[in-house]
């Protein structure tokens, strides 16, 4: 499916939208903003990485990682990376899709529970980690007992993907929430 970034044609383009969430325009748009990224000598290489810092989200790096397939692991996105990217969290995209994906940003350290780092991380994430925003370590174990009192279905002390899509299910501004804007 790989094409050089400084052109995408018709075939190419067909199978992005047969692949992805995303419509022709958008697609077009993502490529325009993406190879706005590239040299000139970049754009002209076929699977050419780079780090996308133009996301606003507070989870920018996690998302790069969860995305990335470089094995370098340094969060770089190929264009189709881009695409995934975008196309899960699309306004066609599914709430089961969203969530999944949105479940593995969350999971820091990729071990398929959110559990008490995790939580902890994802709401430094939220709140900022300033002296201002930062809660206090009562505050913090007192969120986090809530989340798993409300999530943790098995009681086993984290959150798996079940639960957490459980929870997202009785959450209808989660979808619009979670976006990712070009």
């Known amino acids: 499916m790989?094409?050089?970034a400084s052109q995408l044609g018709k075939d190419v383009l067909s199978e992005y939208q047969e692949l992805t969430f995303?419509?022709?325009q958008e697609i077009l748009l993502a490529h325009k903003r993406f190879s706005e990224l590239l040299s000139k000598e970049e754009r002209d290489r076929p699977d050419t990485r780079v780090n996308i810092y133009f996301i606003s989200n507070p989870f920018r790096q996690r998302i790069c990682q969860v995305f990335s397939t470089s094995d370098r692991k340094d969060g770089s996105l190929t264009f189709e990376d881009f695409l995934d990217l975008l196309s899960a969290f699309s306004d066609s995209a599914t709430l089961e899709i969203k969530s999944?994906?949105?479940?593995?940003?969350?999971d820091f350290d990729d071990d398929g529970t959110l559990d008490t780092g995790d939580l902890e991380k994802l709401v430094n994430c939220l709140?900022?980690?300033?002296d201002?925003?930062?809660l206090t370590t009562d505050e913090?174990?007192?969120l986090i007992n809530n989340i798993l009192e409300e999530s943790d279905i098995d009681k086993d002390g984290t959150v798996n993907l079940s639960e957490f899509q459980h929870v997202i299910s009785r959450s209808p501004d989660f979808v619009s929430s979670f976006k990712i804007v070009l």
């Open 2 to 4: 790989g094409t050089t």
């Open 22 to 24: 995303l419509t022709k």
């Open 100 to 106: 999944h994906y949105a479940f593995r940003i969350f």
């Open 127 to 130: 709140t900022g980690e300033t």
């Open 132 to 134: 201002e925003t930062r």
């Open 140 to 142: 913090m174990r007192q």
